[in-house]
């Protein structure tokens, strides 16, 4: 019996108290070597594949050729247009089916729009994303994009880029010579990069000064990574998502220009993500600096988003770090999330907003779920609760509250809906949460409070106030 017993365990395994069979690891024949050769790189126009994931391999079949922009008549030098060469290019590549095109160090003019065909990748010097903060003049290094084309236009047909059924963008900095930093309004411009195929994708890009960052629409199963800039007036638009997409890794931050002027129409109408109709989204590690609305959820004839958003940050957000005008029935997940709600006069001197750092809109009817979140700075309300839906805070840390504006503002202000809070620390003293009537239900249990409980609820709100120290 004791040997059966001892196969027995050796069989199974004990993982939190269930019991499950072992998975057979097969130990390596050999360490697997990551030599400088078989590193996924492009040099003299070629691409290395890399490595053999089970051997380690370097991959013995033959490189991809990239096909280099200047043999097709691209001026390094910004002088000349090079919207044709480029053209040419990519449809050279689409013609053999797919590819690489490569555009060496330099700066490229364009009068004119480019399109990356299906299947073809345009990939510039860069392997990470770059970053130029304050630059005097066109950067000097590395593949940067100079777009002319149009000035005056929003609409997305007027785009600077085009990215197709799974193509890709990778390793430039774009930036608009006719927008420089000064105390001019910039002018507006059209998205710089659209994607609207399935499985598009643009990575290690850097949008010094564009006016409209991203545009995605029925870009299904898009991927947009390690993207970083100014973007003045929406940093990114997801739309008509059928299938899930995949973001992470932006960031928003006033490196081009931080001119109270250039910066009026970011501080007072920009907005870093603007989300509509998404089945579903993955959003890791975003951020945005300093723009009226951080995170804007809203409703479009092709509907609303549902998402997942993890890591996520708003800072010296003007009006509202978190606007959420509509979301499905799924609901808005947000978790280790960071919000700051607040302006002066170092970047927005005109502004006259109460700043909010959670704000859910009648129209809303999916829940709005935070959790393990931080929520700080000089703000008026933490958040201010109009949908008829359920909104929860568990696990988050109130810094402050009536700040802006000191008036006994509440730190959660609501009318509507259902309310949530466990678990979460008011750091300040003051009123903790407010629930006038319209509200339906409010929770509040084991939350940690300073200075006493300081919670109020009209007498027809359902509530269930326990365990609050």
């Known amino acids: 019996m004791s040997c059966l017993l001892f196969i027995l365990f050796a069989l199974l395994g004990f993982g939190n108290g269930k019991y499950g069979f072992r998975e057979y690891v097969p130990v390596p024949k050999r360490p697997i070597f990551h030599s400088s050769s078989a590193r996924r790189t492009i040099k003299n126009g070629i691409l290395n594949r890399g490595v053999n994931i089970h051997s380690g391999d370097v991959i013995n079949a033959p490189p991809v050729e990239a096909l280099n922009v200047l043999d097709y008549g691209a001026d390094i030098t910004g002088d000349k247009d090079s919207t044709d060469a480029f053209k040419n290019a990519l449809n050279a590549a689409f013609n053999q089916k797919g590819g690489f095109v490569y555009a060496p160090t330099g700066k490229y003019k364009f009068l004119g ?17 770059p970053q130029h903060e304050q630059p005097t003049g066109i950067p000097d290094d590395g593949t ?7 000035r005056g236009e929003l609409n997305e047909t007027f ?8 193509a890709a963008l990778q390793g430039v900095t774009i930036l608009y010579p006719d927008n420089p930093c000064g105390d001019s309004i910039p002018v507006a411009y059209p998205p710089t990069i659209r994607m609207n195929q399935p499985n598009s994708a643009i990575f290690d890009i850097e949008l010094l000064n564009s006016y409209y960052g991203v545009y995605a629409v029925e870009a299904h199963r898009h991927f947009i990574s390690r993207i970083q800039g100014q973007p003045i007036f929406i940093g990114l638009y997801i739309d008509q998502t059928y299938d899930i997409g995949r973001i992470e890794n932006v960031h928003w ?8 002027n250039y910066m009026y129409t970011q501080t007072t109408y920009g907005e870093g993500f603007l989300f ?19 995170y804007h959820f809203i409703e479009t004839p092709s509907g609303a988003m549902n998402g997942n958003f993890v890591g996520i940050g708003a800072d010296y957000a003007v009006n509202v770090s978190v606007l959420v005008d509509a979301s499905q029935k799924m609901g808005l997940l947000i978790v280790n999330g960071e919000f700051t709600a607040y302006h002066n006069s170092q970047f927005a001197p005109n502004a006259t907003s109460l700043p909010v750092a959670v704000q859910v809109n009648k129209d809303n009817i999916g829940n709005v779920n935070f959790q393990n979140t931080a929520f700080w700075g000089p703000m008026q309300y933490c958040a201010q609760l109009y949908g008829d839906s359920t909104t929860i805070f568990e696990g ?7 700040d ?16 949530v809070l466990i678990g979460n620390t008011f750091q300040k003293k003051g009123i ?6 319209g509200t339906k239900k409010a929770i509040a249990t084991s939350n940690i409070v300073t200075d006493g409980v300081n919670m109020k609820a009209d007498s027809s709100v359902l509530t269930s106030f326990t365990g609050n120290l």
């Open 396 to 402: 988050c840390v109130f810094v402050d509250w009536d």
């Open 276 to 294: 509509a109709r998404s089945d579903w989204e993955y959003v890791f590690n975003t951020f945005a600096f300093a723009y009226a609305v951080g």
């Open 432 to 437: 903790q949460a407010v629930f006038d009537a």
């Open 159 to 166: 785009s600077f880029i085009t990215v197709g059924h799974s």
């Open 253 to 260: 931050n006033p490196w081009f220009c931080k001119n109270t």
């Open 113 to 129: 729009q480019i399109s990356i065909p299906d299947g073809v990748s345009l990939v510039g010097s860069y392997l990470t994303v």
């Open 404 to 419: 802006h504006t000191p008036n006994g503002s509440p730190c959660i202000h609501a009318n509507n809906g259902n309310v």
């Open 144 to 150: 940067v994009f100079l777009p002319y084309y149009g």
